[in-house]
């Protein structure tokens, strides 16, 4: 058994508070016995693109940097895997909002960038989130990583989760568990949160933890987050939950020989087609 855990936390506007909580909150999922833990999108900022303004590009930096390394230090110390999401700047001074895996000896193991940048509109259109005033589209498709602990994951960053296509990708390459670190607000789509999470779960086989922001920025956006962080078993089933208010840690133990289990009872990747699925490759 692999024990995973999804950590929930509200963001502030200081970077040294936000990686304060990493500490604390990576340390607290340790003791409690975890081997990987997933962190929020953006877990060392704000949810800074509720507002254009030049200042947050403060918070991008490079990967390895001082926030990489700060963590690599916790991970190599609690001796687990860290799910890192944060705001990348490249040495060509192109910006993603990436995720790094870094593993229990503290080395990078990869990245992933998210791909489908949003804007976002409420219901009567107005614009209330604009991502694209910040980062660049993902260039490194959709990959997948074999860690220490003997999982191979994948990552969804938050508006990722809403495209089917990067999910089953992902499953294609093997993945055991999907992580999908978010910062989501909107009441839409707090009701289709879980809906889709379990939804990649059995259409993939295979597990999924969703970790949300949760609560109000301190010194950001009035937004507020509404948690209900997850994991979901390759059948669907929820197996673990976070409430929509407070900083939280959720756990589950992902079983290997249950997830090769259920994928001979459900034997989707060998019964594929994809001689039928050209309609679906075109723009």
């Known amino acids: 058994m692999i024990r995973i855990a999804g950590i929930q936390f509200a963001g502030h506007v200081m970077r040294e508070k936000n990686l304060g909580k990493i500490h604390q909150y990576v340390s607290q999922a340790a003791a409690h016995g975890a081997n990987v833990v997933c962190l929020p999108e953006l877990s060392t900022s704000i949810y800074f ?11 991008a930096e490079p990967i390895p940097g001082p926030s990489t390394e700060e963590v690599a230090a916790v991970a190599t110390r609690c001796a687990v895997t860290v799910i890192f ?38 219901s ?44 089953r990708i992902i ?27 379990r939804a990649h779960a059995i259409a993939n086989v295979y597990y999924v933890c969703g970790v949300n922001k949760v609560g ?22 929820v197996v673990a939950r976070a409430g929509d208010a407070d ?3 959720i ?21 594929r087609r994809p001689d039928a699925y050209h309609p679906i490759i075109g723009r």
């Open 251 to 271: 756990y589950a133990n992902v079983d290997l020989e249950h997830l090769r289990k259920m994928r001979r009872i459900w034997p989707l990747f060998d019964d």
């Open 247 to 249: 900083d939280e840690i």
């Open 171 to 197: 499953g294609l390459g093997g993945a055991d568990i999907l992580f999908v670190p978010t910062n989501s607000f909107t009441p839409l789509r707090k009701d289709i949160w879980e809906v889709e999470l």
């Open 124 to 167: 009567d259109g107005v614009m209330i989130a604009n991502e694209k005033a910040y980062f660049q589209p993902g260039n490194l498709g959709f990959p997948v990583f074999r860690i220490p602990e003997g999982l191979t994951v994948g990552i969804l960053i938050c508006y990722d989760r809403h495209f089917p296509e990067g999910a």
């Open 216 to 237: 109000v920025d301190d010194g950001g956006s009035p937004k507020r987050f509404f948690g209900t962080s997850l994991i979901v078993d390759p059948a669907g089933k």
């Open 49 to 59: 693109c509720c507002e254009t303004n030049r200042k947050h590009f403060e918070y």
């Open 85 to 122: 999401p944060l705001f990348e700047r490249t040495a060509e001074g192109q910006y993603y909002n990436t995720a790094v895996i870094i593993s229990s000896r503290g080395e990078l193991i990869g990245k992933y960038r998210k791909n489908s940048i949003p804007v976002s509109v409420s």
